[in-house]
């Protein structure tokens, strides 16, 4: 095989792809009024459509969910809307764009919580990392620990958001279980502490991200829905003592459920891919359909996991902001533009909208 495969079509589920490049999730902060996506937000990603799959930024599932400044939602009848400009402009050129679902948990800050509320988590942990607010890094506030009885809440927050993806035009969601955020929260021992059913053992800790999952797939259709998975980033101030067996007992537990794809965080998420020892060809194996690789990916590493049978897909983040035409780009081995740190989180058009294509 040669790089020549990346680039032809990929049918995921019942939905073809122009390609195996995937667009990662990207947080930019740019849903200021309701949090409904901004204006330029169907611009910037009609920009990068040809890509074979968006998933767009992370997007609340409730205002509790929220833990940064600007993040869009889609609980609200003008989010919905709002959405549906995006996924009318990606679809019009030919892409297909998923909504990435989260809720933070607890990393967030009682300045963007319903109420000025503590944060929720699994456990009462404040979590060592910090969040944007007020156009600023700050440290996260305090969490409280969750009822056990608020958590079918949280499970129906997900599952509705979801059913609002279809209504909004999504070809389908990915579920963030992710990057230190409320899902993975649950799953790492670090920072549940829990002794109910959703605490202790591998089987408890996974059992809210299982739930979720359920819930999506009943309302929307298993070929509508991934998961995106990071099992050994610390991102988020987040710790697991034993990841190995944890995430193969997911990876088998989500094939099981019949998900179209598993989005797997290889390493330290925008960080090193080799931060802990962790066997991810052992996901492959247990989870059947397809398989989504992110972090440090370029075309040589993509073309050589293509290859070697140990990924379908290919998610580029970073590139994709300062390289709206980066399918091409890799194709015809022109040089990439870089990206302004500056512009990345909050702002307007600069940034965002304006980075133009290799053609001009
Ligand atoms: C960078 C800044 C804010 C949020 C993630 C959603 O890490 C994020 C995120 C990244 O998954």
């Known amino acids: 095989m040669t790089e020549q495969a990346l680039f032809e079509p990929y049918a995921l589920g019942g939905l073809m792809l122009a390609n195996r490049i995937v667009m990662a999730p990207l947080t930019r902060n740019r849903a200021a009024a309701g949090l409904v996506p901004s204006a330029l937000a169907a611009t910037y990603y009609a920009q990068r ?28 009848p003008e989010q919905i809307a709002g959405w549906r400009k995006v996924t009318d402009a990606v679809h019009a050129k030919g892409g297909r764009i998923f909504v990435q679902l989260w809720h933070v948990g607890r990393v967030s800050h009682v300045d963007v919580q319903p109420g000025g509320a503590a944060p929720v988590a699994p456990s009462a942990i404040r979590a060592a990392t910090k969040t944007f607010v007020n156009n600023g890094f700050v440290d996260v506030s ?62 408890n800790r996974a059992r809210l991200l299982l739930e979720v999952t359920a819930a999506v797939v009943s309302e929307i259709g298993a070929e509508r829905t991934g998961v995106r998975i990071s099992p050994v980033s610390p991102a988020g101030g987040i710790s697991c003592s034993a990841p190995q067996p944890q995430y193969d007992y997911i990876a088998e537990q989500l094939s099981a459920l019949g998900i179209v794809y598993l989005h797997v ?66 194709k015809t081995d022109a040089p990439l533009a870089p990206l302004d ?18 053609s001009g």
Do not use: C
Request: net charge negative; charged share 20%; aromatic share 10%.
């Open 49 to 76: 459509a040809s890509a074979g799959l968006i998933i767009t930024e992370a997007t609340q599932v409730s205002a509790q969910a929220q833990g940064y400044q600007d993040t869009p939602g889609l609980y609200a």
């Open 142 to 203: 305090e969490p409280r620990a969750l009822e056990l009885d608020e958590l079918p809440g949280i499970v129906n927050d997900f599952r509705q958001a979801a059913a609002n993806a279809i209504v909004a035009g999504f070809d389908g969601v990915e579920i963030h279980g992710a990057n230190g955020y409320l899902l993975e929260q649950f799953i790492k021992d670090g920072s549940n502490h829990r002794t109910d059913a959703y605490g202790g053992s591998i089987e």
């Open 265 to 330: 965080v290889e390493g330290a998420t925008g960080g090193a891919r080799n931060v802990a020892p962790f066997d991810y060809d052992a996901l492959r194996h247990r989870f059947k359909q397809t398989y989504l690789a992110n972090n440090g990916y370029d075309l040589e590493l993509a073309t050589a996991r293509l290859d070697e049978g140990k990924a379908d897909l290919f998610a580029f983040g970073r590139p994709f902001i300062s390289n709206p035409d980066l399918v091409e780009r890799l």
């Open 341 to 358: 740190p500056a512009t990345l989180y909050g702002g307007g058009a600069a940034g965002y909208i304006d980075y133009p294509t290799i």
